[in-house]
């Protein structure tokens, strides 16, 4: 089992490499965060082993089983998926980067949850680049507002822009919504010179190579890593 987890981490380090040097990019810009939430915690101290420090998880309850039974292992801890409000107060503490804050509602109850603890908390903006009705996130159009309110919450640090592209059979397809995210941010981050906006978290298992080309300095990746079926089928 760890030499297919070797085996792929490898892979997906030369793929990311790649990408970046066809964008003239230093391929040390693209931070990997190994999602774990289809495998156990055992596994994913393997990931850490094989030097991934960076560890996602999509549910709050199973981030933080798998950061009690991992404690004392050096891992950086992102929520990627859709955080419920009644959720936030778990994790002043827990998290070094939420991806997927994808409504004020959500960015209110952050600030107010993290400052109550004396903490501040960083996060993406998630973007709902495709329109796509079943994915979170704003519409890109209610991203300046939402910018300019949130410089109100005290405990709340803004970081960057996080996307997920449509599911499609090629990557290239995926490539316009990874452009637009990336052209979109330089506005954003024009417009607010004081923040530090830089963080583009764009890319999964298929279709982190396009998102590196188009800039991309998180890719999200889980099954490229841990297999999509049991392990070491990719
Ligand atoms: C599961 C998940 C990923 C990783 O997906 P893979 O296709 O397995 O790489 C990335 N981002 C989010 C938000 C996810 O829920």
């Given at each position: 089992?760890?030499?297919?987890?070797?085996r792929?981490?490898a892979?997906v380090?030369?793929?990311?490499a790649r990408?970046?040097?066809?964008?003239?990019?230093d391929p040390?810009?693209?931070?990997?965060?190994?999602?774990?939430?289809?495998?156990?915690p055992?596994?994913?101290a393997?990931a850490l082993?094989e030097?991934l420090a960076?560890?996602g998880?999509?549910?709050?309850?199973?981030l933080?089983h798998?950061?009690?039974k991992l404690?004392?292992?050096?891992?950086?801890?992102?929520?990627i998926?859709?955080?419920q409000?009644n959720?936030?107060?778990y994790?002043?503490?827990k998290?070094?980067?939420?991806?997927s804050?994808?409504s004020w509602?959500?960015?209110?109850e952050?600030?107010r949850r993290f400052?109550a603890?004396?903490?501040?908390?960083?996060?993406?903006?998630?973007?709902?680049v495709s329109?796509?009705?079943s994915?979170?996130?704003?519409?890109?159009?209610?991203v300046?507002d939402f910018?300019?309110a949130?410089?109100?919450?005290?405990?709340?640090?803004l970081?960057g822009?996080?996307?997920m592209?449509?599911?499609?059979?090629?990557?290239e397809?995926a490539r316009p919504?990874?452009?637009?995210?990336k052209?979109?941010?330089?506005?954003?981050?024009?417009?607010h010179?004081?923040l530090?906006?830089s963080?583009l978290s764009?890319g999964?298992?298929n279709?982190?190579?396009?998102?590196?080309?188009e800039?991309?300095?998180?890719?999200?990746?889980?099954s490229?890593?841990f297999?999509w079926?049991?392990?070491?089928?990719c």
């Amino acid at each position: 089992m760890q030499q297919d987890l070797r085996r792929n981490i490898a892979l997906v380090r030369q793929k990311i490499a790649r990408a970046a040097r066809l964008a003239g990019r230093d391929p040390a810009q693209v931070t990997i965060v190994a999602v774990t939430k289809t495998v156990t915690p055992d596994v994913a101290a393997l990931a850490l082993q094989e030097g991934l420090a960076h560890l996602g998880e999509n549910r709050v309850q199973e981030l933080l089983h798998k950061q009690e039974k991992l404690s004392g292992l050096p891992a950086v801890w992102h929520l990627i998926g859709h955080l419920q409000t009644n959720k936030v107060k778990y994790l002043p503490g827990k998290v070094a980067l939420v991806h997927s804050l994808d409504s004020w509602h959500l960015a209110r109850e952050i600030s107010r949850r993290f400052q109550a603890a004396g903490e501040v908390c960083r996060a993406l903006v998630q973007v709902n680049v495709s329109g796509e009705k079943s994915k979170h996130g704003f519409a890109p159009g209610e991203v300046a507002d939402f910018l300019a309110a949130a410089r109100e919450l005290p405990a709340l640090e803004l970081c960057g822009f996080m996307t997920m592209a449509p599911l499609v059979d090629e990557a290239e397809e995926a490539r316009p919504v990874f452009r637009q995210l990336k052209t979109l941010a330089a506005c954003w981050q024009a417009d607010h010179p004081a923040l530090d906006l830089s963080i583009l978290s764009m890319g999964m298992s298929n279709d982190y190579e396009v998102a590196v080309q188009e800039g991309s300095t998180m890719v999200r990746i889980g099954s490229a890593i841990f297999g999509w079926n049991g392990f070491g089928q990719c």
